[in-house]
């Protein structure tokens, strides 16, 4: 009996799992398709930013210096 009830209460988990899964996609799509934002980490510096560090270092300008103008991490340039 105890079998029984276990095979059971694993099944209704997997189906709980599967249907949740399933929503979160049907979200993320119709989101996507809506054009919307789906969430995800903020960006620290924007475009224009990225276009001018580029600039400088292009006309000669230390990484160092336009990470320190910019106010970021190496790293994250």
């Not at 930013?49 to 790293?75: F, K, P």
């Amino acid at each position: 009996m105890g079998s029984m009830l276990s095979t059971i209460m694993v099944a209704l988990a997997q189906m709980e799992h599967d249907i949740k899964s399933e929503r979160i996609t049907d979200s993320i799509n119709k989101r996507r398709a809506a054009g919307s934002d789906l969430g995800g980490r903020p960006r620290r510096i924007t475009d224009s930013q990225i276009r001018s560090a580029l600039h400088l270092i292009q006309n000669g300008e230390t990484t160092a210096q336009v990470v320190r103008d910019l106010g970021i991490s190496r790293s994250t340039f």
